[in-house]
Structures are given as C-alpha cells and as structure tokens.
C-alpha cells in the first residue's frame, strides 16, 4: 500500500478532512471525532488490510500516520 493510499484509508477512518493531512498529522487531533472505537478501528484497519498486527501499548505510544505507516514496514508488527 502506497503512502497515498494509507492516507486516505486514515482519513476515512478518522473522518478528516482529506486536504488537511498528511503523513506527518496527528491522527488523534486530526479527527473529527475521536473515541476508543476510532481507535479501535485503526487496528483493525492495520490487521485485515495491512497485514499488521499492532499492540495497544505501541498504538497508544504513537501520534503520527506517518508512525503507523512505518509499523507496517517492522518486521515485529508481522
């Protein structure tokens, strides 16, 4: 998955607006909304299409996209 594309999988989830972000974007501030199931919804986005499984801990320690996308390129997240 491209970076563009990894953004706007994001953006969707997140209910942002899509000008608005970039790799570097907090995706907590950049939500509309945010709530435990937004979050929630990032992991699940992470495992089914990513291939990757992210631990909360690590999930909670991260702000940026830019962050999860690199978790999907660990070889530990796999």
Do not use: H
Not at 8 to 34: C, G, M, N, Q
Not at 35 to 55: A, E, M, N, R, Y
Not at 60 to 71: P, Q, R, V
Request: with cysteine.
């Amino acid at each position: 998955m491209t970076e563009k594309e990894f953004i706007a999988e994001i953006v969707e989830i997140i209910e942002a607006d899509p000008k608005e972000v970039t790799l570097d974007s907090d995706f907590r501030k950049s939500a509309d909304y945010w709530s435990s199931l937004t979050g929630f919804c990032i992991l699940v986005f992470l495992q089914d299409k990513c291939g990757t499984t992210l631990p909360v801990e690590d999930f909670l320690e991260m702000n940026t996209i830019a962050e999860l996308y690199d978790a999907t390129k660990k070889d530990k997240y796999l």
